[in-house]
């Protein structure tokens, strides 16, 4: 098997590698189509999920992708290469381990090559509790103006105030201000909305529908939702899923090892979120550790932190733009790509690899 030709460059191709994979490895699928939004080229888009094995297996591994939409491009591949893979799978049966791969949770973002969904919504920032007030975020408010100047790209004036406020405050309140997420700027950066949107409402659906054993507890549930555009260049940092409690972090390290990072720690390289996707998981089944939980985040460097914030920036900078040409939507589209995507073997090699490494680990034996 070649791990590149397990991805793809559209939306649409990508799902069809998805569905062709999973009914190839005999799996069940799923399909929720999306109510409204269409894709790039006017595609349908859906979520689709794949049960590989019995429905009633005791144990049950989820791998999500396209939480973050362009960073779909990466986690979709993954989730092919794993349905294609037949000792994997066999594996997963004699552990009576039931594989549900949920493809593309954000396709609207997949498909138009944004990290946030059809609403500007960060799907990540979006499973909050909505009945209570929600969080302030003072620093963003501070310096979203620098994020998103009026012209683009920015100015040297608007590069160079910027560049000043990052020296003043350092790189590590910079990261926190604009992706810790924010409920105040609808048409910002990071923003996790207002509701749960149509995204969340499904994958808590979809969870509510596998997540138990036929109306019985699962024996455990395993996550990794993978995602793009964080850390050193091909390598998927493992980031811990679940509350701030030592017992459940030691418990997700003695699974996927000690490389396991937290960003309630520090230890991570992202910065410590708000109302992560995670917390679907207590949002529907109850509260941890009620379940034998564990999960982590795949998290795959791709660029430089700046580069990639900077094609964020000009990616909202276009949401707020909607009139720009041709020529200047083209590069900034162009970025997002490469930002949450290296296009090259190995890359695309080293990503099968460490995904199909931290599944073999979930498996419970
Ligand atoms: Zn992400």
Redesign the pocket.
């Known amino acids: 098997m070649r791990a590149s030709d397990c991805f793809a460059q559209s939306y649409a191709v990508a799902r069809q590698k998805f569905l062709d994979a999973a009914r190839a490895a005999g799996a069940a699928l799923t399909e929720f189509p999306h109510p409204t939004a269409l894709g790039r080229e006017e595609e349908p888009l859906a979520i689709d999920v794949a049960l590989v094995g019995a429905p009633d297996a005791p144990h049950c591994l989820m791998i999500t992708s396209g939480?973050?939409g362009t960073?779909g491009y990466c986690g979709s591949g993954a989730q092919v290469a794993l349905l294609r893979d037949a000792t994997l799978r066999a594996a997963c049966a004699e552990a009576r381990v039931a594989l549900l791969l949920v493809h593309a949770v954000n396709p609207y973002g997949f498909s138009h090559l944004r990290?946030v969904n059809e609403d500007n919504v960060d799907l990540?920032r979006n499973f909050m509790d909505f009945d209570q007030p929600l969080p302030d975020n003072p620093a963003y408010a501070e310096v979203a103006p620098l994020l998103l100047p009026s012209q683009w790209p920015p100015s040297q004036a608007d590069h160079t105030a910027l560049m000043q406020a990052i020296a003043a405050r350092g790189m590590a309140w910079y990261q926190a201000a604009v992706s810790a997420g924010q409920y105040q700027d609808p048409d910002g950066m990071f923003f996790g909305g207002t509701q749960a949107t149509w995204s969340n409402y499904t994958l808590r659906r979809i969870l509510a529908r596998y997540g138990s054993n036929g109306g019985a507890e699962r024996a455990s549930f395993r996550w990794i939702d993978i995602?793009?555009?964080?850390g050193p260049r091909g390598y998927g940092e493992p980031i811990y899923m679940g509350p701030d409690d030592a017992a459940q972090l030691a418990r997700t390290r003695e699974v996927w090892g000690n490389g396991v990072t937290s960003m309630y720690d520090g230890s991570s390289t992202s910065a410590q979120l708000n109302g992560v996707a995670w917390l679907a998981l207590p949002q529907t089944l109850g509260p941890l550790p009620l379940l034998d939980y564990a999960g982590i985040?795949l998290?795959f460097g791709t660029l430089p932190i700046a580069e990639v914030l900077e094609a964020l920036r000009g990616d909202h900078w276009l949401h707020l733009h909607p009139d720009a040409d041709e020529n200047q939507r083209a590069l900034i589209r162009r970025a997002m790509w490469q930002a949450f995507y290296i296009d090259s073997d190995d890359w695309r090699e080293s990503v099968v690899a460490q995904v199909t490494d931290a599944v073999e680990k979930g498996i419970v034996r």
């Open positions: 939480i973050h960073e990290r990540n995602h793009t555009g964080l985040a998290e």
